[in-house]
């Protein structure tokens, strides 16, 4: 999915000098964070062709539409992206891959000296190939067409800003100087300075940014929504209407009821640890909707109120269920083509048959 990146913030900073020491760097003094961050989801957002699970698993991926025929093949520890009419051919290595195919994985390729996004994605719930999200699923006019978008400087480093790490000095893209991946720096900001301080033993000036001492709303929009999209992004953006705005949790947090821009109770990191992908046990979340909410007892018994009252659980009480909050207030929603139900982040008492609310 493309837009733009932010120009310059403390975890991006657009330094043409900035520094970056990778993930492997923090291991020793942060194994928490670093056991699992580099297997979610996030961490692998981007990922090198030679070590991609997905083009390895799948030696030979095909797919036709009207006269085109397409074709991923594994050679060695490269793939192949060739499309042909039977007259003419485009065949490209593949650069990188994007996502791990949950609602897609997008394959980025170099033709005729510019970088071209794939019209086919990889998708895990047909473990194999159809259209792109957002592509139109009509017969492609050329054979151009039907092998990609061809992609401008400016779109690609976006690309590789939001789902890689240390991708752009300035405003140049050096892929070079890549770290696949949402990974430690992606979030923190580049680390040499802060590894130098620490070992030196400075603990006073850590010269590293931590997100986590952000204001609520700072945190969710300003932060996770500089890739998610803020609030601010979606509604300034008028082609963002309708349910694709179901990828954009930052804004369906912001538009929910419950949404107060200064209580950290209601944060993306209220429910995610962005160390780890997030959980689906749906029990998992109950505990954080009742730090607000009441409990279905404290509508029969005052003296629960009261506690609850002392809690700060002052919100109210579901007259319908006692747990699986998320279950019917976050519905899970399929956006079409995307083989894929996102979860709507907009709180809310959804009702059957109803329309996408906006
Ligand atoms: C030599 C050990 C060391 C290395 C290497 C190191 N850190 Fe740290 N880091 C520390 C110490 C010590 C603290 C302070 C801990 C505390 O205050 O409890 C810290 C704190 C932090 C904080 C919190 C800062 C704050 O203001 O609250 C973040 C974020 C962080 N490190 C990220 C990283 C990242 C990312 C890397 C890799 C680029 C990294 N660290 C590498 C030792 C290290
Ligand atoms: C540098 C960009 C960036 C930032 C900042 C960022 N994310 Fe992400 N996030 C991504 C990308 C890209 C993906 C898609 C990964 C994929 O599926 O390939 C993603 C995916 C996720 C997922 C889904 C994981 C899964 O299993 O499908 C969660 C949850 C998530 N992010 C939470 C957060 C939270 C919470 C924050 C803020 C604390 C945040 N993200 C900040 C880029 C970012
Ligand atoms: C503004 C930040 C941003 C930009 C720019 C961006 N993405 Fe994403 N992308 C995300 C986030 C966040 C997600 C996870 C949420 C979702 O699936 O909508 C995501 C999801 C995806 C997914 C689905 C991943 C999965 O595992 O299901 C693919 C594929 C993808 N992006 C490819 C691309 C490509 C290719 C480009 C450039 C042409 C691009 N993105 C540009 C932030 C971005
Ligand atoms: C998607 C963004 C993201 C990525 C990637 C990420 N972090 Fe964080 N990190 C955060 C956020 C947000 C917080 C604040 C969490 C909070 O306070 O709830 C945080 C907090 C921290 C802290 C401070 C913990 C504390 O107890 O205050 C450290 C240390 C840290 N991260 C290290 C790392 C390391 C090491 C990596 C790579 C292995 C990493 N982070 C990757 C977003 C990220
Ligand atoms: C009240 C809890 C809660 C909060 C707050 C929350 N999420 Fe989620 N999020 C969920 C649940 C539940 C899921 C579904 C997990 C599953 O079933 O795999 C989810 C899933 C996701 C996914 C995976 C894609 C999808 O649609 O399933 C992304 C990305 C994500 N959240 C990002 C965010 C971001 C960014 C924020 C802050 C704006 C945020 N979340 C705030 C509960 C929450
Ligand atoms: C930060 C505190 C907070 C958290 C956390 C929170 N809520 Fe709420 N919720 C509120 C407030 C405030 C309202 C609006 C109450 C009003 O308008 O009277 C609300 C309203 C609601 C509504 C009614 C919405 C409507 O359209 O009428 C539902 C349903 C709801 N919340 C469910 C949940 C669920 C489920 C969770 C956990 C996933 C949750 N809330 C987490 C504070 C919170
Ligand atoms: C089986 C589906 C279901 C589950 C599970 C569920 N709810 Fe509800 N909830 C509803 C429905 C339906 C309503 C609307 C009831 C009505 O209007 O009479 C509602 C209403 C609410 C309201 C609005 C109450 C009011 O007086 O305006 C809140 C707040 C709420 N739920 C929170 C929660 C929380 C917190 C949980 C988890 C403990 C939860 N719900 C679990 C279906 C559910």
Not at 251 to 277: G, I, V, W
Request: glycine share 6%; with cysteine; charged share 25%.
């Amino acid at each position: 999915m493309s837009g733009d990146a932010p120009i310059s913030t403390p975890w991006r900073p657009s330094k043409k000098d900035a520094r970056y020491t990778g993930p492997r760097a923090c291991v020793k003094c942060h194994a928490e964070e670093s056991a699992t961050q580099h297997l979610t989801a996030m961490g692998r957002a981007l990922e090198p062709v030679a070590t991609s699970e997905i083009l390895r698993a799948h030696p030979r991926l095909t797919f036709r539409s009207g006269p085109y025929a397409h074709e991923i093949v594994r050679r060695g520890d490269q793939s192949l992206y060739t499309v042909t009419d039977g007259v003419n051919t485009i065949s490209e290595p593949i650069l990188y891959t994007f996502g791990q195919g949950k609602a897609g994985q997008t394959y980025i390729f170099r033709h005729d000296g510019s970088f071209y996004e794939s019209r086919l994605s990889f998708y895990k719930d047909i473990q194999g190939l159809d259209v792109t999200i957002g592509y139109p699923r009509e017969i492609p006019p050329s054979l151009e067409v039907a092998a990609g978008r061809r992609i401008s400087m400016d779109e690609a480093r976006n690309c590789f800003s939001c789902h890689g790490t240390g991708a752009a000095y300035g405003n140049q893209l050096q892929l070079d100087r890549l770290v696949p991946g949402v990974t430690c720096e992606a979030c923190h900001g580049p680390g040499a300075e802060h590894v130098a301080a620490m070992e030196a033993k400075q603990f006073k000036d850590k010269r590293i940014f931590n997100p986590g001492k952000m204001s609520a709303d700072d945190l969710s929009q300003e932060f996770c929504g500089s890739c998610h999209r803020s609030a601010e992004q979606v509604i300034s953006n008028k082609l963002l209407r309708g349910l694709i705005t179901v990828r954009f949790q930052p804004y369906r947090m912001f538009t929910s009821r419950a949404h107060d821009p200064a209580d950290m109770r209601l944060t993306c990191t209220a429910c995610h640890n962005p160390h780890e992908n997030p959980s689906a046990d749906e029990a998992f979340y109950d505990p954080k909707c009742f730090a607000c909410h009441r409990s279905f007892a404290s509508l029969k018994s005052p003296a629960v109120a009261k506690t609850e009252e002392k809690e700060g659980r002052t919100d109210k009480a579901c007259p319908v269920a006692q747990s699986l909050c998320v279950s019917c207030h976050m519905p899970k929603v399929e956006f079409p083509g995307s083989h894929f139900k996102f979860t709507d982040h907009r709180i809310r008492i959804a009702k059957a048959g109803e329309q996408f609310p906006n």
